[in-house]
């Protein structure tokens, strides 16, 4: 049963106030006493305590929007930002990279272990080859050894025929000119030589230097000789002449050797 209302001093004070306000106030109050009539008269449910205090308000509405804005979730997915996907493109591309890298390193180095291997034995191929073929050039030239002496043989004796067949004018060229070759060292361009006259006779060498075209006249007789007093100065020291002069020294050393000098002495 609805309870009555007894009269309160306070509630006569309270009701006078509120109408005495100004007109825009009293329908807001008036607005508020029908929610609060509507919301009495309803049967108590378990969200009543949240009702009364939506009534209590003095404008619901609102906080009604307000509370179903805030009570909502949110499962908007935001956009990545455009320089973190930078960033992870280019955390993936080493990633990559670092993989291939461990995955080729590897045959990298085998590799190259192959290619320095195969060197080594194109060069060790490259030596037993040059050595092969040098062994087998000696053993040419040992098997052509004999075959080689026998034609140095053959020709020492035909150069031993030749020289004997030369040797009677070479004696007879001596006896004309008085100048004998005694023999010629196994040294090249030298002679050992001996010539004679009225004066006596006397030895020497001559020998030929090409390079620069010219004869050394080296004396070889003792000082004791009898000659070695009589002959002239330039027979009894070395002297060197040009190629042109031989037959000039040649001709005064004749000269002297066919002079007549004892019978100049005895007058």
């Given at each position: ?118 060197d080594r034995i194109k060069a060790a191929e490259r ?5 092969r073929k040098e062994n087998e050039s000696l053993r ?57 006259g009225r004066q006596g006779d006397f030895t020497f ?63």
């Amino acid at each position: 049963m609805p309870r009555k209302n007894r009269g309160r001093p306070g509630t006569a004070i309270a009701r006078k106030q509120t109408e005495n306000e100004s007109p825009l106030k009293g329908r807001g109050n008036k607005a508020s006493r029908t929610a609060t009539r509507k919301l009495t008269s309803s049967p108590r449910t378990k969200s009543s305590p949240r009702t009364a205090t939506l009534a209590s308000s003095p404008s619901p509405r609102p906080v009604k929007r307000a509370t179903q804005k805030s009570t909502s979730p949110v499962k908007r997915k935001l956009p990545l930002n455009p320089s973190s996907s930078e960033i992870i493109d280019e955390l993936r591309e080493k990633f990559q990279q670092l993989n291939m890298l461990r995955t080729t390193a590897a045959e990298a180095l085998l590799e190259e272990y192959k290619k320095s291997a195969e060197d080594r034995i194109k060069a060790a191929e490259r030596v037993i080859e040059g050595l092969r073929k040098e062994n087998e050039s000696l053993r040419r030239k040992a098997e052509s050894g004999p075959a080689r002496s026998a034609r140095v043989s053959d020709v020492s004796a035909v150069s031993a025929d030749q020289t004997s067949g030369l040797r009677p004018i070479v004696d007879l060229y001596g006896r004309l000119s008085g100048l004998e070759i005694l023999s010629d060292l196994e040294t090249e361009n030298l002679w050992h030589c001996s010539i004679s006259g009225r004066q006596g006779d006397f030895t020497f060498d001559l020998s030929l230097e090409e390079e620069e075209r010219q004869y050394s006249y080296v004396p070889t007789f003792s000082t004791k000789t009898p000659i070695s007093s009589r002959l002239p100065a330039y027979l009894q020291e070395e002297i060197v002449f040009d190629c042109d002069q031989l037959q000039l020294f040649f001709w005064r050393a004749l000269n002297f050797l066919m002079s007549t000098p004892v019978a100049s002495n005895n007058k």
